[in-house]
C-alpha cells in the first residue's frame, strides 16, 4: 500500500508540471483529491492494513494529499496571474490620451429669460407662486370678470380638454389662485406656460410662457403710481438704465384702469424704424388697477383693497433681448442656436 501511495504521488506530480495546462491540472485534482478519488480509496481500504501500520499510512496519505494541494494551488496562481497579464495587454490603457468630452448643457434661452425677470422681481421684494396649467374657466375666466359671452373663450383661442377644464391661455389665473388662499399684503409674480390656438409663426406660439405679477395691500396704499414705478424700474434693470418707458391707456376686463406698456425701441433706440414700424416704440406688457369684480371673485372688500397687476409674454421680450428675429427658433432644440446664449443664469448666481 506504501508503494502504491508513492505511486499515486510520482505519476500526480509528474502530470502537475510547470507548463500543466488548467484542464490537466483540474483532472488531477478530480482523480487523486477528489470524493472518491485514489487517496479517498485508499483512505476506505485501511481495513487491509495491519493496525500497527496503519498510523504510518494514514500520516502519508495527509502528508500527500497536502503535498498535492499545495502544489495545485501553486500552478493555479500562476495560471490566474498570467491571464490577468493576458487581460491588462490587451486592453492598455493609455492614460495621456484625452478623456472623452462631455459637453455641458446650459439652460434654454427662454428659462435663462424667465429667470433674470424673477431675479431683478425677487430683489423688488416678490415672491414667486407656481400655478396650474390646467384650469377650470372660473379661474381662467369668471373671476377675471369675462362676461359669459367674451371672445376670448372661444374655441378659436382656448384649448379645451373635457370635463370643464381648459388649458390657461394667460397666467392671470395666478391672481386668482393666490388670492383666494390668501390675505393680503401680497406681492406675487406667478411665472408659467399658456395656451392658445395658434399656429407657430415668426411671432406667435401655441405655447409661450407668461410672468404675471400683482401687489395688493389695503386701499390707498398701492396705487397706480407703485404700478407705474415697479413696472419702469423693472423694464430698466432688465434692458438698460437707459431705456424709455411709456404708459398708454388700455383695456383688459380684469384690470381699471388698464394701461400697456411700451419701451423705447431696442433696435432704432426710439429714432424710428421697420421694426417698430417707425413709431420709436415696442409694446411689451400688459397692466392695470385690479377690478372690483375680480376682487369679489375671490372673497375680497373692493373698498377694503386696492392692487394693482400686470403680466408679459416670455418669447416675445426675449425675442427682442437677445436680438432673435423669429419666435420658432426658440422651439425648435438646434443646438446651433441655443448654443449661442451665454447661461445669465449663471452670472446672477
Ligand atoms: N393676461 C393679460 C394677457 O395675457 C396680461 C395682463 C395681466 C394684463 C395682468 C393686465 C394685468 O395679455
Redesign the pocket.
Known amino acids: 500500500m506504501k508503494d502504491q501511495l508513492e505511486q499515486i504521488r510520482s505519476r500526480a506530480l509528474a502530470e502537475l508540471a510547470d507548463d500543466a495546462a488548467e484542464a490537466a491540472i483540474e483532472n488531477v485534482r478530480v482523480r487523486v483529491l477528489g470524493r472518491s478519488g485514489e487517496l479517498t480509496e485508499i483512505m476506505r481500504r485501511m481495513r487491509e492494513v495491519p493496525p500497527e501500520e496503519r498510523p504510518a499510512i494514514g500520516q502519508l496519505v495527509n502528508q500527500i494529499k497536502a503535498e498535492l494541494e499545495a502544489r495545485i494551488e501553486v500552478l493555479q496562481g500562476r495560471l490566474r496571474e498570467a491571464a490577468l497579464e493576458r487581460e491588462l495587454a490587451a486592453a492598455r490603457l493609455d492614460v495621456t490620451l484625452p478623456g472623452a468630452h462631455l459637453p455641458r448643457g446650459r439652460l434654454h434661452p427662454v428659462t435663462q429669460t424667465i429667470e433674470e425677470m424673477l431675479h431683478i422681481f425677487r430683489a423688488m421684494g416678490f415672491e414667486i407662486a407656481a400655478t396650474r396649467d390646467v384650469e377650470d374657466d372660473f379661474h381662467n375666466f369668471a373671476a377675471l370678470n369675462f362676461p359669459p359671452d367674451h371672445p376670448a373663450r372661444e374655441m378659436q383661442d382656448t384649448f379645451f380638454i373635457g370635463g370643464g377644464l381648459l388649458l390657461r391661455?394667460?397666467?392671470?389665473n395666478g391672481?386668482i389662485r393666490v388670492m383666494e388662499a390668501r390675505r393680503p399684503p401680497l406681492a406675487v409674480v406667478c411665472p408659467g406656460n399658456?395656451y392658445r390656438r395658434d399656429e407657430l409663426s415668426v411671432r406667435a406660439s401655441p405655447m409661450f410662457s407668461?410672468i404675471?405679477?400683482?401687489m395688493v395691500d389695503r386701499a390707498g396704499k398701492i396705487t397706480m403710481a407703485h404700478l407705474k414705478g415697479v413696472l419702469t424700474e423693472f423694464l430698466r434693470a432688465f434692458f438698460g438704465a437707459g431705456t424709455a418707458v411709456r404708459f398708454r391707456a388700455s383695456f383688459?376686463p380684469?384690470?381699471e384702469p388698464?394701461a400697456e406698456v411700451d419701451i423705447s425701441c431696442l433696435l432704432c433706440a426710439g429714432k424710428g424704424c421697420r421694426v417698430c414700424k417707425q413709431s420709436g416704440w415696442t409694446e411689451i406688457?400688459?397692466?392695470?388697477m385690479i377690478h372690483p369684480n375680480v376682487f369679489r371673485a375671490v372673497g375680497y372688500d373692493p373698498a377694503e383693497f386696492q392692487g394693482f397687476?400686470?403680466?408679459?409674454?416670455v418669447e416675445r421680450t426675449a425675442l427682442l433681448k437677445l436680438g432673435v428675429e423669429d419666435m420658432r427658433l426658440f422651439f425648435e432644440n438646434d443646438l446651433r442656436f441655443l448654443n449661442q446664449f451665454q447661461a445669465t443664469v449663471e452670472r446672477l448666481a
Do not use: I, N, P
Not at 391661455?169 to 392671470?172: D, V
Not at 406688457?285 to 392695470?288: D, E, M, P, V
Not at 397687476?309 to 409674454?313: K, N, P, T, Y
Open positions: 391661455t394667460h397666467t392671470s391672481q399658456c407668461q404675471e405679477g400683482f383688459f380684469f384690470t388698464s406688457l400688459g397692466s392695470g397687476a400686470f403680466g408679459l409674454g
